[in-house]
């Protein structure tokens, strides 16, 4: 996991809030974040399904769906579950707390890249009791 520090000059479309923040590329031409960085979806605090719940990926600046590529977090706790390809045991991260003091995001180097089958992702808000 990488944390950045927040920038005061990212374009709107990479603003993001407190709990999940869903990555992906805008495909409308007409929209100003397309050809350009990933766009910033926030989520806030829920449970997220990678393909099942794509409906609520959608430009923050036109409004169009966009393929989920990644995501990141702020001021959250997560957790991510679920069946990596070519492996039948189900993975779970456990309960980590993403700063307050900058967007925690996955390293997407080639070499860290994982391909899922299946994959779920919960952010809570800080303040909540975990069990």
């Not at 000059?9 to 007409?30: Q, V």
């Not at 966009?66 to 309960?95: A, H, P, V």
């Amino acid at each position: 996991m990488i944390t950045r520090p927040p920038s005061s000059d990212a374009p709107r479309w990479r603003y993001y809030e407190p709990g999940l923040n869903i990555e992906g590329y805008c495909k409308n031409p007409s929209c100003a974040a397309y050809n350009s960085s990933r766009v910033i979806k926030p989520l806030g605090f829920r449970v997220f399904k990678f393909c099942i719940d794509s409906c609520l990926c959608k430009c923050p600046l036109c409004g169009c769906k966009f393929n989920e590529e990644t995501c990141g977090f702020y001021k959250t706790r997560f957790r991510y579950y679920g069946y990596q390809e070519g492996n039948r045991n189900k993975f779970d991260s456990g309960w980590t707390t993403a700063s307050s003091t900058g967007y925690t995001t996955f390293d997407s180097s080639d070499e860290h890249l994982v391909p899922w089958c299946e994959l779920t992702i919960e952010a809570t808000d800080d303040s909540c009791t975990i069990i």
